[in-house]
């Protein structure tokens, strides 16, 4: 499959959710432009019966439905056949939980195809026999995995080169160096008797570096101690 630009394709129940947000913005004028290419394919198109149903009752009894695995692997076969070079992630709170690492890597690759659950989720046996990599948005758990689909693309599409205004905003910010960023300030100088730090508005730029570096240690150390220990192992 030849394509130019970096494509997501997402197999969901309500393809009528997309572009939504991503087609607002940065990400949105982007999409206009052709920086990257986005299909939102219906499930529902793949059923084989009559009612068209796409999910039905969990072996073994308990509440909700489960998507089939005969119609999401038709589903997924049609938009993502063999030799597609992009990952397929099926959004789940059982999967790895997302970070910055890998939306760089899927950034850096030609695409990606997502598949959004509903009901319970999936049927196990089509995850295995598609060798579906799941990924997680966090631990909490969603309706659906559409909202999940739109924020991995907004994280990956900020970042194809030319999206963002100002290229090194991208590698400056929270997780991109190991730490959470450094608070922003901007006028007025004086907002309800709190002023902006000294430091900000003395003109000494390396003495604004050291106190962002320091800001950023301090909040990642106290709000973040799973970050701090993973950044003081890795520290040259
Ligand atoms: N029964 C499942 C939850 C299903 S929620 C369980 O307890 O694990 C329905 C769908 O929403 C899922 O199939 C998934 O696609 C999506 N979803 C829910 N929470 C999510 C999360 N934290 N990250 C990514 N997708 C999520």
Same mark, same amino acid.
């Given at each position: 499959m030849v394509r130019d630009a970096w494509t997501a394709t997402v197999l969901t129940l309500f393809p009528e959710m997309f572009p939504g947000p991503l087609g607002l913005s940065l990400a949105g004028r982007a999409l206009e432009t052709g920086r990257w290419r986005l299909e939102a394919v219906d499930?529902? =198109?793949?059923?084989? =019966?009559r009612h068209r149903s796409v999910d039905d009752t969990p072996s073994g009894g308990g509440p909700g439905m489960v998507m089939r695995a005969d119609v999401m692997a038709a589903a997924i076969d049609a938009v993502?056949?063999?030799? =597609?070079?992009r990952p397929l992630i099926y959004l789940s709170p059982r999967g790895r939980p997302l970070r910055q690492a890998r939306v760089r890597e899927l950034a850096a690759g030609p695409g990606v195809a997502l598949i959004c659950g509903r009901f319970e989720g999936l049927d196990q046996r089509v995850i295995e026999a598609r060798a579906i990599e799941e990924v997680s948005l966090g631990d909490f758990v969603l309706s659906g995995g559409e909202p999940a689909a739109i924020a991995l693309i907004d994280a990956v599409v900020r970042l194809l080169p030319g999206v963002m205004g100002k290229d090194a905003s991208g590698t400056e @910010? +929270?997780? @991109? +160096?190991g730490l959470l960023e450094y608070p922003h300030y901007t006028r007025p100088q004086i907002f309800e008797g709190r002023e902006i730090p000294p430091v900000l508005t003395s003109g000494d730029h390396k003495k604004v570096k050291a106190w962002r570096r320091a800001e950023a240690e301090r909040t990642t150390r106290e709000r973040r101690p799973d970050l701090w220990d993973d950044f003081l192992r890795k520290k040259p």
């Open positions: 499930i529902r =198109d793949f059923a084989v =019966d993502h056949p063999a030799g =597609d070079p @910010e +929270s997780f @991109e +160096s």
